[in-house]
């Protein structure tokens, strides 16, 4: 009977044992993918604030107030004999405080008090500093305005410096470090100012204050129901930030560490980070750490850092852990009790577990409306209701983010639709003027009848550079416009013969016309301005070079595609998602608004406009017409 009862307690034990070693490792999968979810729910929100303020930097690029301050300065320092002299030795007075009449000057300027006024501007909205400091220089490299004294007058022997003028089309964004003049740990931003037509006029850089991202490590931390510890740490396994305390000064011997963060490459959860994309692991001392990484924000350079959730793993198993020792208690005193209470257990917790499992996969794939039922008081039942909880958050946070994102979208259609209106204003006010001087070129060419070749080459000159404006203007105002459509039934064939007799082309190039035809009903003046900016760009991508342009015309499910190949260079793989942006050109006298004007004549029609390459071809689809 003794026997038996051995037996029995022990089969028991070791059969509990074996289903709490289960329930763990479901237990452990779905506490750490759900740790892995909102950690990069978290990183994403860090990088999108981090986008949205480098925005908020390179604003300043276009602000007119900022534009007359570095031109007045340019035009300035053109006219300063000896300016190298000039420069190198204000640089060294101001590195050695020599001359302080003069920083203060600058540091009171207009120009510097309005960096300040836009500096509270970006910050949030606790009215905390984002950008600890700002400044700007001129062509030359020099400072012209700053927020506060900066170690150096003369800029452009900077890393910073030289890296910002090769980050043509965007922002540079510098690495971690600890800045000296602002005494905060930061990124550097860079951008370049240019004037209209991308002519080099100065630098804005700003020093981003990492402190400013915190709360987001904070907000995570109160909303798992675990102590955790947050660590937000660089590509070379250096930390950030973390919610322990504020990054604290770091021992003078090492001098990476005297630069920025602790040196936590070497644990291996941050390995881990360092070479995969998220995960979760037990490790020394039974921890318990999930580590995510989301890939690089909307500029180029990618940020390339790390965000690690340190558990109390006793605090997170706290619940399996009472359990057994429950189990073993019961087992070693009496063995029916033992197999009731293991049934019960496996029925009671197991089934929690996987919901809570089913519950963790769907929020993995984004579905934020599931409920966990609590059907219980105890420990799981908690769980549960905590795990709700914070669904709820999630999604009330992710929810709160996307009207953000609405309400910017239409703070930025409000701005551009006032943009747009002032350029047509504006594209309207120089039609007049120009057609006087278009007038006066050609009374000038018919009055002297014997010109000599300088001033038949003036007024060719000056023919040439008002047809550019012309053309420049129209291209302005095709795209600030929306006109109704006037819309009749036209042959596609026709159209394009008649934009090919509009465009002279050289002998160098051959036109292949479409074999077939097809009517559509269409504004033909809008569409036709779509084909002649198509086919003035392949025109100017062959170039001098011999080339042919082929134009075909094919049924298309429900539409006719009208499509554009030529033999040229074609486009890079980098601009193919820019080409129909406004404001994006490879050229130098483009206005960057042709294929985004043929995009909105075109959607307009209820059709659509797609580019392909290899070769590179222009497709345009509108509604087939049944005839």
């Known amino acids: 009977m003794v026997l038996i009862f051995v037996i029995m307690t022990a089969c028991y034990v070791i059969g509990a044992f074996i289903s709490i070693e289960i329930i763990s490792e479901q237990f452990t999968d779905t506490v750490g ?39 007045t300065s340019n035009f300035n320092f053109g006219k300063i004999e000896n300016r190298d002299e000039y420069i190198s030795k204000i640089d060294s007075d101001w590195k050695a405080k020599k001359n302080p009449e003069f920083v203060s000057d600058i540091l009171s300027n207009s120009l510097s008090l309005y960096l300040k006024k836009k500096q509270k501007q970006i910050g949030d909205d606790d009215d905390r500093r984002i950008y600890s400091e700002i400044f700007i220089t001129n062509q030359y490299g020099v400072t012209i305005g700053s927020t ?20 043509k089309d965007r922002a540079w964004i510098g690495k971690p470090e ?13 951008v370049r100012i240019t004037d209209d037509v991308g002519n080099f006029l100065g630098v804005i850089k700003g020093v981003y204050d990492l402190k400013s991202i915190k709360d987001e490590l904070d907000t995570l931390q109160n909303n798992i129901p675990y102590r955790n510890t947050l660590y937000l740490v660089d590509e070379n396994g250096y930390s950030i930030l973390s919610t322990i305390s504020e990054t604290e000064p770091l021992p003078e011997n090492d001098l990476n560490l005297k630069e920025f963060g602790t040196n936590l490459s070497d644990l291996e959860p941050v390995k881990q980070a360092l070479v995969k994309d998220s995960g979760f692991l037990m490790w020394s001392d039974n921890r318990f750490t999930t580590y995510s990484v989301v890939p690089e924000s909307k500029y180029d350079e990618k940020l390339g850092w790390s ?5 109390d793993r006793n605090d997170v198993f706290a619940p399996l852990t009472n359990l057994n020792n429950s189990i073993m208690v019961v087992g070693i005193l009496v063995v029916t009790l033992s197999a009731v209470m293991g049934i019960y257990f496996s029925r009671t917790i197991s089934k929690p577990l996987e919901l809570l499992h089913l519950a963790t996969d769907d929020l993995s794939k984004g579905n934020l409306d599931h409920q966990i039922p609590v059907q219980s008081n105890d420990e799981l039942g908690k769980l549960a209701e905590s795990f709700n909880m914070m669904i709820r958050d999630v999604k009330k946070k992710l929810d709160l983010e996307k009207e953000l994102i609405k309400t910017q979208e239409r703070n930025k259609e409000e701005k551009f639709s006032v943009i747009g209106e002032l350029a047509s204003r504006i594209a309207h006010d120089l039609r007049n003027p120009l057609s006087t001087i278009r007038n006066c070129c050609e009374l000038l060419s018919q009055l002297q009848v014997n010109q000599d ?13 008002i047809n550019r404006m012309t053309s420049q203007i129209d291209g302005v105002l095709n795209y600030v416009r929306t006109t109704p459509l006037s ?34 009903l269409c504004d033909s003046q809008k569409i036709e301005v779509v084909f002649t900016n198509i086919f003035r760009n392949a ?30 260079s074609g486009i890079s793989e980098q601009n193919l998602e820019k080409v129909f942006e406004p404001l994006f050109t490879t050229k130098q006298e483009g206005t960057g608004l042709g294929l985004s004007s043929c995009k909105n004549i075109v959607e307009q029609h209820g059709g659509k406009i797609d580019v392909k390459l290899n070769p590179t071809r222009f497709q345009v689809y509108l509604p087939s017409l049944i005839t």
């Open 178 to 190: 600890y800045d000296e003049s602002s005494k905060s740990y930061s990124i550097d931003v860079g």
């Open 539 to 568: 025109i100017q991508v062959l170039g001098d070079a011999p080339g042919t342009i082929k134009i075909d015309i094919l049924e298309h499910a429900g539409f006719v595609m009208i499509e554009f190949e030529d033999s040229g």
């Open 33 to 71: 993918a759900y740790s892995v979810q909102v950690t990069k729910t978290t990183l994403t929100s860090i990088y999108g604030r981090i986008d949205d303020k480098i925005d908020d930097l390179s604003s300043l690029t276009i602000d007119s107030d900022v534009l007359n301050s570095v031109n």
């Open 453 to 465: 070749e300088k001033s038949k080459r003036y007024i060719s000159l000056m023919n040439r550079s």
């Open 487 to 520: 819309k009749t039934k036209e042959s596609c064939l026709d159209m394009i013969k008649f934009v090919i007799e509009s465009n002279p082309i050289s002998e160098n190039i051959r036109v292949s016309l479409p074999k077939n035809d097809a009517i559509v």
């Open 307 to 311: 965000l690690l959730q340190d558990l």
């Open 148 to 167: 506060g004294r900066t170690s150096d007058y003369l800029q452009s022997d900077e890393e910073w410096y030289q890296n910002t003028l090769i980050e």
